[in-house]
């Protein structure tokens, strides 16, 4: 199963690949949220996003304009959502409490796409190829969460990686991420745009590695 397997255009196919998204984005975003109240902050609670309504989660641009334009491009699907707010004065071991809110959401669409394989492989749904439908949703919903976690972890604010290797970093990278702090996304924006093809290579290299890695697990080489 490779990051671009079975690419269909197909209003259905679009629909499918449309729930996966957001069914991802709203659990990436309810595991940060749970994690920080589980740390001891309430501000994602407070804010209404401890809930799987995924209209309290979605950006119109990340989580459905993006992916599903990259998706018609056959390129590798990934996104983003709503920043849940967090405030990590409240959190236990703050800097590290706040970094352990970060992974919490891409370690959650690691898990979701592993245990989507999983069930997939041994179902036998993506061993063939025949089983048309099947492959594709347990396709999908591996390659799109893998697409989800790699570009999260990017270590640029808004994103998630930015907010681990700030519990690490020295205090000369920390004034330089709070200085990026404001304009970040519109980096993340000119990165996805700008450089299209480094960009996507990357993410389908990182895609398939892990894959490689899914394979091995059941003895695949």
Do not use: C
């Amino acid at each position: 199963m490779q990051s671009s397997s079975l690419y269909i255009i197909d209003p259905l196919y679009i629909i499918i690949i449309l729930v996966i998204i957001l069914g991802s984005v709203v659990l990436h975003e309810l595991a940060h949220g749970l994690v920080a109240y589980w740390l001891g902050d309430s501000t994602a609670k407070d804010a209404g996003r401890l809930t799987l309504n995924p209209i309290k989660h979605i950006d119109l641009f990340m989580s459905i304009i993006v992916p599903v334009v990259l998706y018609i491009m056959n390129a590798p699907v990934f996104g983003g959502a709503k920043p849940v707010p967090v405030n990590y004065r409240n959190l236990k071991w703050r800097e590290w409490g706040m970094a352990l809110v970060a992974l919490a959401g891409p370690f959650t669409n690691f898990l979701i796409a592993l245990l989507a394989f999983l069930i997939g492989y041994f179902s036998g749904a993506l061993r063939d190829l025949s089983s048309g439908m099947a492959f594709f949703i347990f396709a999908k919903i591996v390659q799109v969460n893998l697409g989800f976690m790699l570009f999260n972890l990017i270590p640029i604010p808004p994103l998630d990686g930015s907010r681990a290797l700030y519990a690490i970093a020295p205090d000369s990278v920390r004034d330089i991420m709070a200085q990026m702090e404001r304009y970040g996304i519109i980096i993340i924006y000119m990165l996805i745009f700008l450089f299209s093809d480094i960009f996507s290579g990357f993410m389908a290299n990182g895609i398939n590695g892990i894959l490689h890695f899914f394979y091995s697990l059941v003895g695949v080489q």
